[in-house]
């Protein structure tokens, strides 16, 4: 399916009109929460109850079958009994209505029958038009139009925001909403995807990037079926400046390892999801409280041009809090200037050296005006692109006093930029507190400092992606089959093809070979077995290094061929491979190995025998840009060997990173029957780099190529 034609489907499935209620009845608890929420939301559109016996139910017309109720309706929410659905549905694409919400369970998740059944409606659905959400789901609620097609209970007041939500888990959807409604969280809509035969989380995040109505996507995913469409729809969310925040839950190993590939040991699927967010521009976040402070935050600030807060509180304790937890989250409290610290101290005198977060005292019981002239002062300074005051917003009839949260309101309808009452601790806003912030004019309030901290450090690293946002980097044309590498030689000079320095390398067939090569280059050698059948060399004693002279070449060739034969007696041996040795410098890792979920996955880490020892890779999916490869590398724990660690020679960032994404790019144009490409190590000395040894796993046959170091 194009995207432009589910996204049509999907604004079908969102954006109703008139519903028909399949299976209402007075009696139902089901029936009776949807009817609950369609007055708490007032619907505009007709309501239609569908039943056996074709009574009117909650006060909506009755009729024994869609057919009947000889009227257009766009969507129908069917919760009839499993054993009813071919019948039911069948029904209403006669009545020609062309999106349904399913409740009903007993499908894919319970048996085999189940998804027969399943698979029917799918395939019925796609024969006549028909988008279906679910089964097994308790739907969505549209709060941007009152379309509530969903039995999860709608509380008053009705808050509608900016904030989407889309879930796997019904009941986690429903208690995420709860829990954004007591934190004054607007959603414009939520969904809960169930068993994803037609319409997935992928898709919906797809849908809401286009959506008018939503500038933050929340997801809860236990899995992404769709890769593809999800890393395209983060791809335009970026560029929309629309910000996905994700909570995905369960991790395990990567199902489909290359045995034979170092990469292949060092790739978790875990880690991959989480290199997939940092590079698409995915927030990951690990708690429920988290993933909502963090999107409403989002959705009130929006990409902040300048990442620098400022802070002001009436409590002590509390700027020591925040300035300990915003160094652990990486939030930017900038140092004042001359100028501000000189009016800061004008209004409050007792602060002789006033710093960021700023402790306004008690004198603001006294006097309420400070925190207003002491806001502006903070907001004046260029480095600070959002402004928190710290005060505690209040949430019962035992609060009265508001004269300090009228001053902060004063100052912040004066600001341009970002700004917000922070609570302290992270609790419901009731009634109450909302007719404050109205009364006031606060724009919003967020809490607690931990919670607030850390969804700033998240609004930080968005907002860079955000304005970093770089182009893409074009898919590599897939060779034919006929030109895929399958011997060492072949390896090496398709790398070359990519603009990938390769070591010179010749193959030895005999003894002589090895030393009239060896003779020729004049330097020490490195020898190691050809084979299309080792992977690892010096596992069966196939590699000497750092030979010099005709009797040691020698030597080490029979060597090697001798180990070679008693340790793997069925390897074909073409010969031993002959190249200058390369001392000094510093070794690093490239490789791809391809996920089952997320296609060709880019590993690069520090290489040779430390590999597994230190486990120090950074991955990211392929295509991948130059630009994010530098980025990977400076992550690297050990990212100060590159920048010329005791005396060594620093390392062209520049230069590497575009040799680490163009073995990606030969990678991908390897195709799909590729499982592991692995250059290990990749050397690297100041602005000399090469690649000495290089590895091939083919899916469909099973053929290992190693190539010569």
Not at 215 to 222: G, K, N
Not at 233 to 242: F, G, H, I, N
Not at 272 to 287: H, K, M, N, P
Not at 343 to 368: K, M, W
Request: glycine share 8%.
């Amino acid at each position: 399916m194009k995207n432009i034609d589910r996204r049509a489907l999907l604004q079908r499935l969102f954006y109703p009109h008139s519903v028909a209620l399949v299976g209402a009845s007075e009696r139902s608890p089901w029936s009776q929460m949807l009817h609950a929420n369609f007055q708490s939301t007032g619907f505009d559109g007709p309501i239609y109850a569908v039943n056996k016996g074709g009574v009117d139910a909650h006060g909506y017309p009755g009729f024994v079958s869609c057919r009947a109720i000889g009227a257009p309706v766009d969507i129908a929410f069917v919760f009839v009994p499993a054993e009813a659905m071919q019948d039911t549905f069948e029904d209403l694409i006669a009545a020609g209505i062309r999106a349904a919400v399913i409740l009903t369970s007993g499908f894919a998740e319970t048996s085999e029958a189940g998804a027969r059944l399943q698979d029917w409606l799918v395939g019925r659905a796609r024969e006549a038009d028909v988008v279906i959400l679910g089964p097994n789901c308790l739907g969505y609620a549209n709060l941007a139009i009152r379309a509530p097609l969903t039995p999860i209970p709608i509380h008053p007041p009705l808050l509608k925001g900016r904030v989407a939500l889309v879930s796997q888990s019904g009941a986690t959807n429903s208690e995420i909403a709860d829990m954004a409604h007591d934190l004054n969280v607007g959603l414009s809509l939520y969904v809960a995807t169930g068993n994803e035969a037609m319409v997935d989380i992928a898709a919906c995040v797809d849908f809401l990037v286009d959506d008018a109505n939503t500038e933050v996507i929340m997801v809860f995913a236990e899995t992404i079926r769709d890769t593809a469409t999800f890393r395209a729809a983060a791809e335009r969310a970026l560029a929309a400046k629309k910000a996905i925040v994700m909570l995905k839950v369960g991790s395990s190993a990567l199902t489909a390892q290359v045995a034979a590939a170092h990469t292949g040991s060092l790739v978790g699927d875990d880690r991959i999801f989480s290199a997939a967010c940092e590079q698409l521009g995915v927030i990951r976040v690990y708690s429920v409280e988290e993933l909502i402070v963090t999107a409403s935050l989002l959705a009130h600030t929006g990409p902040l041009a300048t990442p620098g807060v400022g802070i002001v509180s009436i409590s002590g304790g509390a700027c020591t809090l925040v300035a300990d937890r915003a160094e652990v989250y990486g939030v930017d409290l900038p140092a004042f200037s001359s100028a501000t610290k000189a009016a800061l101290t004008q209004a409050v005198p007792l602060a002789s050296d006033p710093i960021n977060p700023f402790d306004i005292t008690g004198l603001a019981v006294r006097d309420p005006s400070l925190f207003e002239s002491v806001i502006e002062a903070i907001a004046g300074e260029s480095t600070i692109g959002f402004v928190g005051a710290i005060y505690s917003l209040p949430w019962n009839e035992k609060w009265q006093q508001v004269p300090q949260l009228e001053s902060i309101g004063r100052a912040f309808a004066k600001l341009d930029k970002p700004c917000a009452l922070l609570n302290q601790f992270l609790r419901p806003q009731t009634q109450k507190s909302r007719d404050i912030l109205a009364a006031t004019g606060i724009p919003a309030a967020f809490g607690g400092i931990e919670e607030v901290l850390r969804a700033l450090g998240h609004v930080k690293k968005w907002s860079a992606r955000v304005l970093e946002h770089a182009p893409t980097r074009p898919m590599a044309v897939t060779v034919p089959t006929s030109e895929r590498p399958m011997s060492e030689r072949e390896v090496l000079d398709f790398l070359s093809r990519y603009g990938v320095p390769v070591i010179p390398t010749r193959i030895a067939a005999t003894r002589e070979d090895a030393v009239a090569i060896a003779a020729a280059l004049a330097v020490p050698v490195a020898l190691k077995i050809a084979s299309p059948d080792i992977a690892h060399k010096t596992d069966v004693g196939g590699v000497k290094l750092n030979i010099l002279g005709d009797a040691a070449v020698a030597d080490a060739y029979d060597t090697i061929l001798a180990s070679v034969v008693k340790a793997a007696p069925q390897a074909r041996i073409e010969g031993v491979l002959v190249s200058p040795m390369r001392s000094g410098g510093l070794e690093i890792l490239v490789g791809i190995v391809r996920d089952p979920q997320w296609g060709p996955v880019l590993a690069v880490g520090l290489g040779g025998i430390w590999v597994e020892a230190l486990a120090d890779t950074r991955l990211a999916l392929l295509p991948v840009a130059s630009v994010q490869v530098k980025d990977m590398l400076r992550s690297l724990r050990a990212a100060k060997l590159l920048a010329g660690f005791r005396g060594a020679l620093p390392v062209d960032l520049d230069r590497l990173a575009e040799i680490v994404a163009a073995i990606g790019d030969a990678a991908l144009a390897l195709g799909d029957h590729l499982e592991t490409l692995e250059v290990n190590p990749l050397w690297i000395n100041g602005g000399e780099i090469e690649a000495l040894d290089g590895l091939v796993v083919w899916a469909s046959t099973s053929v290992v190529s190693t190539a010569a170091h």
